[in-house]
C-alpha cells in the first residue's frame, strides 16, 4: 500500500510557464514534507521542505502547498526553466521515526 | 568536501555471492541511511542509522546488513545476494531526523 503517491509519470512545460507537481499521501502522522530533484545517475537533491505547521513554503522559484485536509502537497516552479528538467520525488516523514516515505516520482521536461 | 561517496559505482554479481557497499560522508553528520530505488518506484529505506553506535530496520531490510563503523562511515552488506536485489542503492547522510539528506551518487547492482 503507497502511503505516498505521485500520480503523474510525467510532465511537459514550456520554458516561462509554471510547472505544478502534486503529491498525495495516505498517513495523517506524517508531519514533514519534502520535495527532492534527481538527474539521470546522480544521487537526489533536496529542493525544499514544509512543515504541517504550515501550509505554504518558498525558496526562490520554488513554492510548496500543503492541504493537510486533502492529504495533498504540489511543487511549484516559476518561471520553469530548461535545467530544472529532471525527476521530482516527494517524500514524507513522521517525526522522531527516521523513516522517509518516498513517492514514485514525476519526469519534467521543461521545453525550450 | 566530497559529501557523500559510494563505492563501488557499478557492481555484477552471481546469486548467492556476498558484497559490501561502503558509504562515507564528510559533512560531520550524525544520521546516515541506506535506500535502494527499483524501477517505476521511488527510493525505500533499508536501513538507517540515527547515531553513530545505532543501527535500525527500514522498509525492506530482509536480505541485507549494515554496519555502523564510525561516524563518517556505513556499509550495506548483502550475504547472499538474489536478483531481486538487483538495483541502484542510494547513501545518505543528514544532521538529524528532519534535516536536509545529502545523497551519494548511488551503485548500481545488478545479481544474475
Known amino acids: 500500500d503507497q502511503q505516498v503517491k505521485q500520480n503523474s509519470p510525467s510532465l511537459s512545460v514550456q520554458e516561462g510557464r509554471i510547472s505544478i507537481l502534486n503529491c498525495d499521501y495516505t498517513n495523517s502522522m506524517f508531519d514533514y514534507f519534502l520535495w527532492y530533484k534527481k538527474y539521470p545517475a546522480e544521487g537526489p537533491t533536496f529542493l525544499i521542505s514544509?512543515?504541517?505547521?504550515?501550509d505554504k513554503n518558498e525558496d526562490g522559484r520554488f513554492t510548496v502547498f500543503l492541504n493537510k485536509s486533502a492529504k495533498h502537497l504540489s511543487l511549484h516552479i516559476v518561471p520553469s526553466q530548461p535545467g530544472d528538467s529532471a525527476v521530482y520525488f516527494c517524500a514524507a516523514l513522521t517525526s522522531g521515526t527516521y523513516k522517509y516515505i518516498f513517492g514514485t516520482g514525476t519526469r519534467l521536461k521543461v521545453l525550450a | 568536501n566530497a559529501g557523500v561517496t559510494q563505492t563501488p559505482k557499478f557492481q555484477v554479481l552471481k546469486t548467492g555471492q556476498s558484497m559490501t557497499l561502503q558509504c562515507a560522508q564528510d559533512m560531520n553528520h550524525n544520521s546516515m541511511y541506506w535506500y535502494r530505488q527499483d524501477p517505476g518506484m521511488g527510493l525505500r529505506l533499508i536501513y538507517y542509522s540515527a547515531s553513530e553506535g545505532t543501527t535500525d530496520k527500514g522498509e525492506v531490510p530482509n536480505g541485507y546488513n549494515v554496519s555502523r563503523l564510525n561516524k563518517r562511515e556505513f556499509s550495506l552488506r548483502l550475504e547472499s545476494a538474489a536478483p531481486s536485489q538487483t538495483s541502484v542503492y542510494f547513501c545518505a547522510s543528514s544532521q538529524g531526523e528532519a534535516d536536509t539528506q545529502y545523497f551519494g551518487p548511488g551503485t548500481r547492482l545488478t545479481v544474475l
Open positions: 514544509i512543515s504541517s505547521i504550515k
